[in-house]
């Protein structure tokens, strides 16, 4: 049986072995996918020991560093995020790393809510790992200006600096911003601990700013909960990210393309009903 596994710790709440299934039995592949919990310490040596047999492998916090750094071929996009979420083993046995959850937002913006981003004013808040994977898939969709804004604001101009190249990307402190802007995307982990970052409620035009989470959860997050109640047009979480990150995965390893519409839907309806 074909191999694949999601690594994280902790793991056991991850949502990619029912989506990797969903995937399966909708395109009539057959594989194995299930979760797995590498010790914080350990997750090169465990990654090393499945891909004895292992053909490919997911990963989530927090080793997406950790798998960086194991992998013997990079993708471009892989390498410019200095973030992998997705290990797969090549014929020759070397590991091949890409960094897949850019792609996965771009696409559930676009693809699942309709919201265009080229010409947008955009607004990311944070400037950890989770923003380094979609900074160049954003800038890609050409966006009029991209404010990269921290708590730290040394960390947002550094990848300011790193992806200037690639289009009109900015760096900022919270407490600078107050024009309204028509996206902004949270990927601060704020949310982890249930709290919001500090910006202003005038940077959402009511009925035209969007906002999206990159965290999701069975109730709206404290973010979409503090833009709904400003007015906001969409107040997104990251459950379609997460599935669309899967499929763009799932494609790679298995040649197949799946409808990620359809599974999104699916898994909304189940976690809806508990
Ligand atoms: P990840 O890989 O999930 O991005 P990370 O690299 O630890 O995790 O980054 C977490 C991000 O959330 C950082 O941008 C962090 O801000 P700092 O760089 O200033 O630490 C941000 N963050 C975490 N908790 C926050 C909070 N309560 N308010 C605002 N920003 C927060």
């Known amino acids: 049986m074909d191999r694949y596994v999601v690594f994280g710790n902790p793991v056991g709440h991850s949502k990619s072995p029912a989506i990797h299934r969903l995937f399966a039995e909708q395109t009539g592949q057959t594989m194995d996918y299930s979760a797995r919990l590498a010790p914080l310490d350990g997750f090169t ?5 499945f ?23 990079l993708t471009p996009r892989a390498q410019r995020a200095g973030a992998v979420n997705m290990l797969t083993r090549q014929a020759n046995g070397s590991i091949r790393g890409d960094n897949t959850d850019g792609v996965g937002l771009v696409r559930d913006l ?6 265009v981003l080229k010409g947008k004013r ?23 200006s991209l404010v990269i804004a921290n708590r730290t604001v040394d960390k947002a101009e ?5 992806f200037a190249g690639l289009g009109p990307v900015a760096a900022s402190g919270f407490d600078w911003l ?3 802007v028509d996206i902004i995307i949270n990927a601060t982990s704020a949310s982890l601990a249930g709290d919001l970052p500090p910006i202003s409620s005038s940077l959402i035009q009511p009925g035209v700013t969007v ?12 973010f979409c909960r503090w833009a709904s109640e400003h007015g ?20 790679y390893w298995r040649g197949v393309n799946p409808d990620s519409k359809a599974v999104l839907q699916t898994l909304r309806q189940e976690m809806a009903a508990g």
């Open 158 to 162: 550094l990848l300011a600096q790193i």
């Open 122 to 144: 955009i607004l990311l808040l944070g400037a950890g790992g989770a923003v380094r994977g979609v900074v160049e898939p954003i800038l890609e969709q050409q966006p009029v």
């Open 110 to 115: 676009m693809n699942n809510a309709g919201v």
């Open 232 to 251: 906001a047009a969409l107040a997104l979480d990251g459950f379609g990210m997460l599935v669309e990150q899967a499929a763009e995965a799932f494609t």
């Open 51 to 73: 891909f004895q047999e292992g053909l490919g492998a997911n990963v989530t916090l927090p080793f997406k560093e950790d798998a960086y750094r194991l992998c013997d071929v």
């Open 211 to 222: 906002c999206y989470d990159m965290m999701y959860s069975k109730e709206p997050t404290p």
């Open 178 to 180: 107050e024009e309204p």
């Open 45 to 49: 040596d465990d990654a090393r020991a």
